[in-house]
């Protein structure tokens, strides 16, 4: 569900039908039949953002017919937990909704606490306030004939899917979900991909040999840059972004470092301090010093409240408020919801930088359809980057791991690595504000030194990743010299002796060489793919996260066949004596929570130790919209009630834009058709590497819009002819290609017809100027600026269009 | 000795990447295309195209299917083109690997004639009446390597080697999909160095997937050199018609 890997992830897609011939079943669940449901066992079709709805059923199938792993559920998940009394869902709204803000004061979603602070939980969950009695009535609603009527997917399809994935419970059997921006791009993108993970919790899929809830990226090193902080809202290693509020390190090291009392929690995130030190030493080497607190004052704070994501730069630009722009490898023009909006907030630019292979439809935007040129004063200044083949570096793929890659071809031209652009744009910040400028600390102090032989050396930004030794220190009766690479974040110090450019990534180059550049082919013992000698992943080159999930109470796994880790510790009388793991390294080498006798031991931790009471999160009270996944419509619905909720039809806290760009239509307008975007295998994001290729080109030379024969027969539309797509916001002329793919769906008794649009093209090519038949356009142009509450991603998989003949 | 391919189109996601290294292993042009209301581009084999992953929309049995099927020559072991051709300078059998090959003098060729009497309905000329087809990567094959379009398919879909061993792989998978597929099927195998495996009846994956029903429906003025080709096949397709 929500991804199509076949098509845009094949690669993934061959050890799905590996998997298959080894009797797994595969169920695709898409509003439209892709070249991935051809090869799926079950297909059933569902409207575009109404995943949670199908999800919230499964969970009630699962709950009601017991099909869940009860000895997993309660030892490893806050299952047991006793949510504060004052909690509720009512009318489609959790408790501490302020309607005036459109945000929720979550004061009420937290857990009932002993005298301890250590939360009660009561392992039989049964009592009346415990995350799994409210998880059964939260869910009660989602029938299917319920669920059918909102989704359009048939009842019979329903059960057929439930129980067949719901027989995943089972102790030692498996069952994963590959999704991807098909989940993610709703203004209910975080709360899919939370209903899935509290199924496959429910069902004992985490930490297990083929389970998991596996993010199927867009781009191939999305899981490494945002690992390095691509986004804004955090500091390498996943650390919080300092805001304004913090105002000293000890602030800051306070508020973000989480406490637990339970002495069976591990609590990871304990070590934050010790990880947020590395850092600013990394940044700030020698200049960073315990007196100066580490330079903590020179990092960039946020304000407290505000969100500086994506969405919210480009709406500041539209309104005036941002000079200056680098488009460094995006093309925003083409790739953002909402694209007029998008080109026209960038006419109010100063100036831009766009960093990329080749000159787009951002860099180009001030020649664009319908622009004037001499009206535009923004000044662009083309930097040419070099292709991934042409340098060196890494990437670290969707499963974590970091895999390093030499240059092939020296960069063409003129061109320049990422990492060269970097350092030559720092060493000029440096000698300018070396003389003067407002507030140069941070370029002044800035540790800058990654060239070898004057060319920027990847090598040495690994290394820094990885962190150094800034002292000779005794850690653990070990003598540490000072230079020397750290060889884990265990060994990671708060007191400025270690520096760390991303604490989850210390153990990847280390005094025993560059991890993630081993090509060993050799699987570990327990034989199910892992081989740990190939590449490095984080953490600690441990493969599969949470894997103390994968075993009970004793430390026995699961599953016997496909085991990821397995006590095996000496064990005298009933009870263990020595801790030994095998398989996997452990996520944590602890004793397992009970002896083989069955009594409690005191030394172990709980499996998930990245939570701060470490149980994983069936019940999350830290998401924005809610602690459990609830069913709202799509911010463009083509329904005028939600069927579960009639009181509330959308997420109360979707995020949407106000500008007069921004407009929004209703089930009652003239567009009533879902809109879905989408990709192709043939083409690659924005085009900009493909659309130039001219066997790509062949293959799919022009935007199109897929609907179904009753949909043309309605419209009068044939196959193979060009109509226009029309959104409130744009119109985008498109091929028509009529399709048994798509079928109306029966929603509530109405007839909903979807339609779907790949957004790969865009106005430059193929050139418009050289052919006036040609207009080939970006499908962002349709879609809203309506967002997830917590990240801010787009709704670009469920809007209302319009299709007409031309 | 000689080398097949086996086509397992039950594996095959029309990624097309062997379309695309077809066309680059052998520096073919992209030929200028339009969206037809398909993803199936070019329409069809050309002189320039070798190798095209044909698109179906086809309900069987009340479930939707969509049926892809990596066409390309089938490098008959009698290949009719060749026997037609009766020019061993423009159409030969390398000894090696029995791969059919065209050469430049097939522009020498009556090219309809050799075209008509492809029951696959493969070859295709140029404006100056030249010939060309897959050629089963012979440089490559001949250097230890497999064709281009094998050595990229991401799903397994497309196999390579001796034809003994292609045609063993073939009757092994065909047994596996059997439970799930009751009609799968080979094509013309004994008479194919290009084995394809089909799920589903052949006719709905393309025209002329297998010869014996290429003979149909072809336009009136042809009938004559139609049935002196269908004589030709009819050993093999009865043979075929005993295999199913």
Known sequence: MGSNAAENHPISFKYVTEAQQNGAKMINVDPRFTRTSTRADIYASLRSGTDIAVLGGMIKYILENKLYNKE???????????????????????????????????????????????????????????????????????????????????????????????????????????YAMGWTQHTVGVQNIRCMAMIQLLLGNMGVAGGGVNALRGESNVQGSTDQCLLWHILPGYLKIPKASNTDLTAYNNKCTPKSNDPLSANWWANTPKYSVSLLKSYFGEKAQKSNDFGYSWLPKVDDGKDYSWFTIFDNMYRGDVEGLFAWGMNPACSGANSLKTRKAMENLDWMVNVNLFDNETGSFWK???????????????????????????????????????????????????????????????KAYAKDGAFPEPIRNLKWDYLTHDEYDPHKVAKEINGYFTKDVTVKGKLCKKGTLVPSFAWLQADGSTSSANWLYCNSYTEKGNMSARRSKKDAENKIGLYPEFAWCWPVNRRIIYNRASVDAQGIPWDKKDWVVKFAGKQENGKYVSKKWLGDVPDGGWYPLENPDGTQRKDAKYAFIMRKHGHAQIFGPGRADGPFPAHYEPIETPVAKNLLYPKQLQNPVAVTYSTDSDKYAKSTSKYKIVCSTYRVSEHWQTGLMTRPQEWLMEMQPQVFVEMS?????????????????????????????????????????KIVHQVGVPWHFGWRWPDSSKDASVKEDSANLLTPSAGDPNTRIPETKAFLVNVRKM | MSKS???????????????????????????????????????????????????????????????????????????????????????????????????????????????????????RKAKD??????????????????????????????????????????????????????????LDSDFVQTIYLTAHDPELYSKYAIASVTNKGIIAPMLTRQEALQKMFKPFIAAAKELV
């Open chain 1, 368 to 430: 664009g359809p319908g622009v004037t040129p001499s009206k535009v004063k923004t000044e662009v200044f083309m930097l040419p980057a070099c292709v991934s083949v042409e340098k060196e570096g890494s990437i670290t793929n969707s499963g974590r791991w970091m895999q390093w890659r030499y240059q092939g071809p020296k960069p063409l031209g003129n061109s320049l690595s990422d990492g060269d652009i970097i350092i030559k744009l720092g060493n000029e910040l440096k």
């Open chain 1, 709 to 749: 024969e009753e949909l043309a027969k309605q419209k009068g539309i044939k196959n193979g002819e060009r109509v226009v797509v029309e959104s409130i916001r744009a119109e985008l002329e498109c091929t028509a290609i009529v399709t048994k793919r798509f079928k109306p769906f029966k929603i509530d008794g």
């Open chain 2, 5 to 123: 391919f086996f086509i397992d189109t039950t594996l095959c996601t029309a990624c097309r990447a062997c379309q695309v290294a077809c066309k680059q292993w052998h520096d073919l042009p992209a030929e200028k295309t339009t969206n037809r209301g398909s993803f199936q581009n070019p329409a069809d084999l050309s002189f320039e195209t070798y190798k095209l992953v044909r698109f179906n929309e086809q309900v069987i049995d009340g479930k939707l299917n969509w049926l892809f099927f990596p066409d390309q020559c089938r490098h008959c072991y009698e290949a009719p083109c060749l026997e037609v051709a009766d020019d061993p300078t423009a159409i030969f059998k390398d000894p090696a690997t029995g791969a059919v090959i065209f050469t430049a003098n097939t522009k020498n060729l009556d090219a309809d004639e050799i075209i008509d009497s492809c029951p696959y309905n493969i070859p």
């Open chain 2, 129 to 186: 009446g030249t010939l060309a087809k897959c050629d089963m990567c012979l440089d490559r094959v001949q250097n230890g390597q497999v064709p281009a379009c094998v050595k990229t398919c991401p799903t397994g879909a497309m196999h390579f080697g001796e034809s003994d061993e292609m045609l063993s792989l073939a009757k092994q998978r065909l047994a596996q999909v059997k439970g799930k597929f009751p009609k799968a099927t080979l």
């Open chain 1, 72 to 178: 997993y559920v309660s030892a490893y998940t806050n299952a047991g937990f006793l949510v504060n009394k004052k909690f509720k869902f009512d009318d489609g709204k959790f408790s501490g909704f302020d309607a005036e803000k459109r945000k929720y004061d979550k004061s009420t979603w937290g857990f009932q606490l002993d005298k301890n602070k250590v939360p009660k939980i009561d392992r039989t969950l049964k009592k009346r306030n415990s995350v799994f009695s409210l998880l059964k009535k939260h869910y009660k609603k989602y029938d299917t004939k319920i669920v059918s009527k909102i989704t359009g997917t048939s009842e019979k399809d329903l059960i057929e899917i439930y129980k067949t994935y719901a027989a995943t419970g089972a102790r030692g059997k498996a069952g994963t979900i590959m």
